[in-house]
């Protein structure tokens, strides 16, 4: 005979917390490195973290799409709530980034040299959409949610239009 599974519950909240440089002077290019790195925290090396950071950052591109994201603001800081496609509720702490700084970010990621294989220069836009900050540097996802709220992928159209090398 088959057992019957029991429900599972309602959704835990899955909490989360960035390393950041909080207090320090801003510096674009290691956010940059950063970014290209996808190297916004420590101990991602086991598999079980990173399958956890994959669905993490689906979640987080889902809430942002949906504009169903919320994101508080306090010293510096922000706490972003969201929940993903499954109705898991996460919620995650990190520096905040200005204005200015992601400005900053977008122009020096955007006008970073790149090359491919074959040796033509190459765009690095790949590496401020949407989800790919989502994986690779989710503080800089939130700070554009706490700047731009629910309009968080038309914003990272148009910085992407005016910072892009012509």
């Known amino acids: 005979s088959k057992k019957k599974r029991k429900p599972s519950g309602p959704p835990k909240e899955t909490e989360g917390s960035f390393t950041g440089t909080a207090g320090d002077e801003f510096d674009a290019d290691e956010v940059v490195q950063a970014i290209v790195r996808g190297d916004y925290g420590e101990g991602r090396e086991s598999k079980g973290e990173k399958a956890f950071d994959t669905f993490t950052a689906a979640a987080r591109v889902f809430s942002v799409e949906q504009g169903k994201a919320s994101v508080e603001v306090s010293d510096g800081t922000l706490?972003?709530?969201f929940k993903g496609n499954s109705g898991k509720k996460y919620v995650e702490t990190?520096?905040?980034y200005s204005t200015d700084e992601i400005q900053a970010v977008f122009r020096a990621v955007l006008n970073r040299n790149s090359t491919s294989r074959s040796g033509r220069r190459t765009s690095n836009?790949?590496?401020?959409s949407v989800?790919?900050?989502?994986e690779r540097f989710p503080p800089l996802l939130w700070s554009?949610?706490?700047s731009y709220p629910k309009r968080v992928?038309?914003?990272?159209q148009d910085l992407i239009?005016?910072?892009k090398p012509s």
Do not use: G, I, P
Request: aromatic share 8%.
């Open 79 to 81: 706490t972003a709530k």
């Open 94 to 96: 990190c520096q905040r």
């Open 125 to 128: 836009a790949h590496f401020v």
């Open 131 to 134: 989800s790919s900050l989502s």
């Open 144 to 146: 554009l949610e706490a």
């Open 153 to 156: 992928v038309s914003a990272v």
């Open 161 to 163: 239009d005016r910072y």
